[in-house]
């Protein structure tokens, strides 16, 4: 097994558009009587405002210049240096005639004009030093959004901000944790209903997440709630115990399901990927980290867990949330993984779409979809958090058999768990998880989503851990390796959420280990760490189209946008992470920082 270390959990004018059940196993197993409705799901167009493209994360461009027969001419219109080293996660923003890039620390913003081709200002605010030392992950951001003139988004230090779009100036600042704690921010924040909603990160941390809303014009705090913690820390109310599918009636589960108020206080289950709103619903939805310490021995010990595993779960570690903007309460909640001891957070995108999907006479139009890093991919109705069907969507997954739809637990293969003094090999996935981070598409055309995912396993051991504040505390030693079959490390899937199956598939030797952008053109790009650039057909199978050769790896969610011909281009992030801009020790780094890369057809 090979070992690697885990990276985190990172002259124009364009024209302005504002915008009961049963058992799965390693498949669907029969039945259950489908029936598929029309999609429906809204894109991005000229501009994109928000890291998903659209608050319901959907990474969709409606515009359609670029597709299968022209996609292969596209070429490099401009690129430029955003002079900040480390790996630039994320997205840029396009709002009118101007691009925006988040760089990595020290979260520099930067507005370059698209009408003159030059940088109009960069907003470079002060950050603590201390913070990037804290950050587990190397001092990434995944990206900003915009509203009403203001770009808000995190600094690593816990600060929020929001920068006017005109002339660069802070507009205010929201200071919300000492990074001496442990605590850092790397999520992109998104805006519902004039409140910023945004997360803490640091799940391997020793601290709890937690989520807050803020105020979109002067910042001031709103609420906050934690994941962890009795139900008034987590802003759980009567109608969630009342309404709940799989936790009815149960009080003060993340507290009751941890051995003692420290252990929950200690935590993790951080909210450190994308969030998602849905405006038909009023529906804010996320996910959180694995609980805190990774050694799950430590969480709960063997006797209570043989004698009673559900006060071993550790909620919410490693769940979903459905929330009310408004107020933050939680309308519903899932648990994905109880008493995890693999790593397999569940903070990756969850992407409200409207499918039909008829299960067991009952039909269901409002989706939720979410690839877990356990390997299976859940297909929600949003509404109640009900699971329709969760089956597996890479080829090795051995923790679990699969995920029992009448009680909402997997169906877990005790000698997979990871115990102390104990070293468990070849779990499949691996820590890097069947798919991380690495946001998903959706085409309402196709009806598909588009995802990156790893074909990796792992071995790991559980250790003791000592908690001092502001320092990791994990508790565990892990590999990564190859999977049974070595002829590829990553899987690009195109994937039916309402017949729980893979369409297609593109295999690639290097990781894809950023998100995908799907668009009306028929297109999914993405790229590899090859490093490239790609794109392949959205409907045919995955058909090659186009490949352009970076100078350096990318872990950038590429994104699309028209310029100032009306005219559709894609752009996307790479790094100064890479042999040609490194010194002979291979440590530090000696390029000009990272690059943006715009591209059009000709």
């Not at 292969?72 to 923003?93: D, I, N, V």
Request: net charge neutral.
């Amino acid at each position: 097994m090979l070992h690697y270390n885990k990276e985190p959990h990172g002259g124009l004018k364009a024209r302005s558009t504002p915008i009961h059940k049963g058992v799965v196993f390693a498949m669907l197993l029969g039945g259950s009587a489908l029936s598929i409705g029309a999609a429906a799901a809204t894109g991005a167009g000229a501009d994109w405002p928000t890291a998903g493209g659209t608050p319901e994360g959907t990474r969709y461009s409606e515009l359609a210049d670029i597709n299968p027969d022209n996609v292969g001419q596209l070429k490099e219109e401009f690129s430029f240096k955003t002079g900040a080293h480390g790996s630039h996660m994320g997205e840029p923003l396009v709002v009118g005639s101007t691009l925006y890039v988040v760089t990595p620390f020290p979260n520099k913003l930067i507005a370059y004009d698209l009408n003159k081709g030059v940088t109009k200002w960069t907003y470079a605010p002060k950050v603590s030093e201390y913070a990037k030392g804290a950050n587990c992950c190397g001092g990434i951001n995944r990206g900003a959004v915009y509203a009403e003139g203001k770009i808000v988004f995190n600094l690593l230090d816990n600060t929020t901000v929001a920068v006017d779009t005109l002339t660069g100036k802070e507009v205010w600042r929201n200071h919300m944790a000492d990074p001496h704690t442990g605590v850092t921010m790397t999520v992109a924040p998104i805006i519902a209903k004039g409140k910023v909603i945004t997360a803490s990160s640091s799940g391997e941390m020793g601290v709890r997440g937690w989520i807050q809303a803020l105020d979109l014009n002067t910042g001031k705090s709103l609420w906050r709630a934690y994941n962890t913690g009795p139900d008034k820390d987590v802003l759980i109310g009567q109608n969630f115990r009342d309404n709940s599918i799989y936790y009815k009636d149960q009080v003060d589960q993340g507290a009751t399901s941890w051995p003692n108020q420290r252990a929950y206080l200690l935590g993790g289950s951080a909210a450190w990927g994308y969030l998602s709103y849905d405006p038909e619903l009023d529906l804010l939805f996320y996910g959180t980290s694995q609980p805190g310490v990774w050694n799950a021995d430590m969480r709960c010990d063997a006797a209570t867990y043989k004698t009673n595993p559900r006060k071993c779960d550790n909620k919410w570690g490693s769940s979903i949330f459905a929330r009310k903007p408004d107020t933050g309460e939680a309308v519903w909640a899932y648990q994905l993984v109880p008493h995890d001891s693999w790593d397999y957070d569940a903070a990756s995108e969850n992407i409200a779409v409207n499918q039909t999907l008829t299960i067991n006479g009952v039909t269901h139009e409002k989706l939720l979809v979410h690839f877990n890093k356990n390997g299976f991919a859940y297909t929600f109705d949003r509404a109640t958090g009900e699971v329709l069907l969760a089956p597996q969507f890479v080829k090795e997954v051995n923790w679990a058999k699969g995920v029992d739809l009448t009680t909402g637990l997997p169906i877990v293969n005790d000698n997979m768990r990871v115990h102390q003094g104990a070293l468990t090999e070849k779990v499949c996935p691996s820590v890097l998880g069947g798919k991380g981070w690495e946001p998903a598409s959706f085409s309402p055309k196709t009806g598909l989503f588009y995802a990156p995912t790893f074909n990796l396993c792992g071995n790991l051991e559980a250790l003791k851990a000592e908690f001092i504040s502001g320092a990791p505390y994990m508790g565990t030693d892990y590999s990564i390796g190859a999977a049974s079959d070595t002829s590829y490390s990553s899987d690009l899937i195109a994937w039916d959420a309402v017949k729980g199956e893979k369409k297609w598939e593109v295999k690639e030797t290097s990781w894809i280990y950023a998100g995908t952008l799907t668009t009306a053109g028929g297109v999914v790009f993405y790229s590899t760490k090859e490093p490239a650039l790609k794109a392949v057909d959205a409907d045919k199978g995955g058909k090659p189209l186009f490949t352009a050769k970076l100078e350096c790896n990318t872990v950038g969610n590429p994104i699309s946008f028209a310029g100032p011909d009306g005219k559709q281009r894609v752009a996307v992030f790479s790094d100064d992470k890479c042999a040609a801009n490194t010194s002979s020790d291979g440590e530090h780094q000696t390029g000009n920082g990272g690059w943006v890369h715009v591209y059009k057809l000709p």
